[in-house]
Structures are given as C-alpha cells and as structure tokens.
C-alpha cells in the first residue's frame, strides 16, 4: 500500500523520472545486508534509462528524416501556390524513390495530393495543403527539439545512477574493511 504522504518522484516534461541522487549512502542504508538490493535496483534503473535512451535516439533519428521532407514538400507547395493563374506548365523532375527519379509535366493547378503514410493520399487544396504541412513542420520541429532535451535528460540521470553505484560501491568496500580489522582486533585480544 502506498504512503498517502509520500512526495511523488520528479519527472521531466514528458514524464520520465529523475533518479535519486545520494549525496550519503549512510541515509539510505542502514547496513551490509542492504548493499546488494540497493546495488541491483540502482542497475535496474540505469537498464531503463538506457533503454528509454535508445528509443528516444531512433525518434530523434526519424523526425532528423522526416523534417527535410516535410520542408521540401512545404517548399513545393508554396512555390505552386505563387505561380500565376497564367503561367506555362511546368517540366519537373521529382524523386519517386532514393535512386529513382521521373519527369513529369505540372499544369497551374488549385490542388495538390499528398502521401500521408500507411498507402493513403489525400488530395488538398494547395493553401489547405500548406497549412498542413506548415503545422507537421513545427510539429516535428518541436518533437526534435524535445527528443535533444530528453536524451540529455536521460544522459544526465544515467551518470547521476553510474555516481550513485560507485558510492554504494565504495561505502561497502569501507565497511568490510572496518569489519575486517574490527575482526582481526578482536582476535589478537584474545
């Protein structure tokens, strides 16, 4: 059962948590026997984050992808928007895959189609198809700049748990010592 006055764990903005920091092992353990729990639910936690870090990596990857699409398309959009009602066709060549490319003849047109995944196109009035691609663009953008924050997030919260481990580490090392020599005293006084 929980504690109803227990203070809830501080998250970043998107909600995950920030580890504990231990500035005294001493307050967090009260003897040897509590090393290993501690030591292995510190692992566990940095696994987490690891993991969280990868993902928050291939996010940041996709939406790096993504965001030079969106813009070109965006580009293109606009520029079909500002031609004049009177300009001649247009002889485009445009990309159809990485390494494949076709020519392609463009008539003044009030809309435009555009691939939204998942095998759909939807046709769209070209100022509706801007302001489309004009809030998926900031969108994305935003996305980005919050996938840098949390993988620095993560980072920073991965080396707080690394520091955490290292002191539970070294306080255990002092403690068997003190038990070592407490026992080799004991032992010469007899």
């Known amino acids: 059962m929980e504690d109803p006055k227990a203070k809830p764990t501080p998250t970043n903005p998107r909600g995950i948590p920030r580890a504990p920091f231990v500035d005294s092992v001493s307050d967090i353990l009260s003897s040897r026997a509590d090393v290993e729990p501690t030591l292995k639910s ?60 076709a020519k392609a003849r463009v008539p003044r047109t009030p809309e435009v189609s555009l691939w939204l995944g998942a095998n759909v196109m939807l046709s769209y009035p070209t100022g509706e198809a801007a302001e489309l691609l004009g809030a998926k663009l900031a969108g994305a ?49 007899d």
């Open 42 to 101: 510190f692992q566990e936690m940095i696994s987490k984050y690891q993991f969280m870090e990868l993902n928050t990596q291939r996010r940041a990857a996709s939406l790096a992808a993504k965001i030079p699409d969106i813009q070109r398309t965006l580009e293109m959009v606009e520029f079909l928007m500002d031609r004049s009602p009177d300009a001649p066709e247009l002889d485009v060549t445009f990309e159809l895959a990485d390494t494949l490319y």
């Open 141 to 189: 953008r935003m996305h980005a700049a919050n996938c840098a924050e949390d993988l620095d997030f993560l980072r920073e919260q991965i080396t707080t748990l690394e520091v955490a481990t290292a002191r539970v580490y070294n306080w255990d090392v002092v403690m068997r010592r003190k038990e070592g020599k407490e026992g080799e005293e004991g032992k010469s006084m």
